[in-house]
Nanobody, 125 residues
Framework: QVQLVESGGGSVQAGGSLRLSCAAS????????MGWFRQAPGKEREFVAA????????YYADSVKGRFTIYRDNTKNTVYLQMNSLKPEDTAVYHC??????????????????WGQGTQVTVSS
């Protein structure tokens, strides 16, 4: 059974940091590009960051560039999202996703086939 399980969410004050983790099981992790998306109340799910299979290339949404870092450990089947300088507008449910179909870094929801349930991040001002 394929599973993506996020953890590490929580409540933090503006300017603080959190590190999210996404543990994958039931799949050959190193064959998948991995992405992080987020969905705030009343808004559509939006792309945050992605990392390719070998971890050597990453891509970020403009809104998080310079503050968030995505990286992966293929020996642990885990992808991480280090979030620094958090802002209230970062408040959302964060989901990880896996893609093995596209030859490029995918940034659209529809390009990912596998999704985790999400973890809540709340940033207070």
């Amino acid at each position: 059974q394929v599973q993506l399980v996020e953890s590490g969410g929580g409540s933090v004050q503006a300017g603080g940091s959190l590190r999210l983790s996404c543990a994958a099981s039931g799949l050959t992790f190193s064959r998948y590009d991995m992405g992080w998306f987020r969905q705030a109340p009343g808004k559509e799910r939006e792309f945050v960051a992605a990392v390719i299979r070998n971890g050597y290339s990453t891509y970020y949404a403009d809104s998080v560039k310079g503050r968030f870092t995505i990286y992966r450990d293929n020996t642990k089947n885990t992808v991480y999202l280090q979030m620094n300088s958090l802002k209230p507008e970062d408040t959302a449910v964060y989901h990880c996703a896996a893609d093995d179909r596209n030859p490029h870094i995918a940034t659209e929801n529809r390009e990912y086939d596998l999704w985790g349930q999400g973890t809540q991040v709340t940033v207070s001002s």
